[in-house]
């Protein structure tokens, strides 16, 4: 059965694969981002200098399944506050808040051909038999995403951070919202990359109502001692 690995991307040649995996995603597959602007097949923009980024791996050869960015505060801004309309004010948490990016998911995963088998993803996400057979083709990256999302709350602990953006599809926040990842709405939707709107999460919140998936090939105690 396969598991994942989910680790802090710090070196060159990992960062390297997760380029690759967002130019496969982003740009051949769905078409966000044209494909001509990177003739070198590595899908990036000024925002990856001031993110930490985070990928899955495969538990059994290495390859990068999935990827996520958090985008930090920084003089380049953040693109959420560039792209969407936001009708709250948000001053008090500026600084301190960044913006969850470039959520990318391997076509090999959702083609099911490494994905953790029934039983095991109803024991990660706590799932009823029915959900479980209705909904297996999309348990596989429930695990991952969710993955990567605990990834990124240990790190914004590190960090100091008390807030996360998110601008994103309404099927991917009723995902995130399901599995107690409480982004809620801070303005309307726009045209952007399809059809997204502007989401705000209390990591506070998050903290309270998150199971943590220790199941996912690598324990918080694990990986916190990896990003030291």
């Known amino acids: 059965m396969e598991q994942f690995v989910f680790t802090r991307v710090d070196d060159e040649a990992l960062m390297a694969q997760v380029l690759e995996l967002r130019y496969r995603v982003y740009c051949e597959e769905r078409g966000f981002e044209e494909a001509e602007d ?92 029915e959900e479980v057979r209705l909904n297996h083709c999309q348990l596989k990256e429930f695990c991952l995403v969710l993955g990567l999302f605990e990834c990124a709350y240990l790190e914004s602990k590190k960090l100091g951070l008390t807030h996360w953006y998110g601008f994103m599809s309404r099927g991917l926040h009723a995902l995130l919202r399901r599995r107690r990842v409480p982004f809620r709405p801070i303005g309307p939707f726009v045209d952007y990359h399809g059809r997204r709107r502007p989401y705000l999460a209390s990591i506070a919140e998050f903290e309270e109502s998150f199971v943590p998936a220790y ?14």
Not at 39 to 60: C, M, Q, W
Not at 74 to 82: F, H, N, R, V, Y
Not at 215 to 228: I, K, M, N, P
């Open 38 to 129: 990177y003739p070198d097949g590595k899908e990036s923009d000024i925002y990856d200098r001031n993110a930490v980024h985070f990928a899955a791996l495969s538990g059994t050869n290495g390859t990068v399944l999935g990827t996520m960015r958090m985008i930090m505060p920084s003089a380049d801004g953040l693109p959420i506050e560039k792209n969407a309309l936001i009708e709250e004010d948000l001053g008090t948490i500026r600084g301190r808040v960044s913006e969850m990016s470039r959520l990318a998911v391997s076509r090999q995963l959702r083609a099911g051909e490494c994905c953790p088998g029934p039983q095991q993803a109803k024991c990660w996400l706590e799932l009823s038999e």
């Open 215 to 228: 199941q996912f090939g690598r324990s918080q105690q694990e990986y916190a001692a990896a990003v030291g």
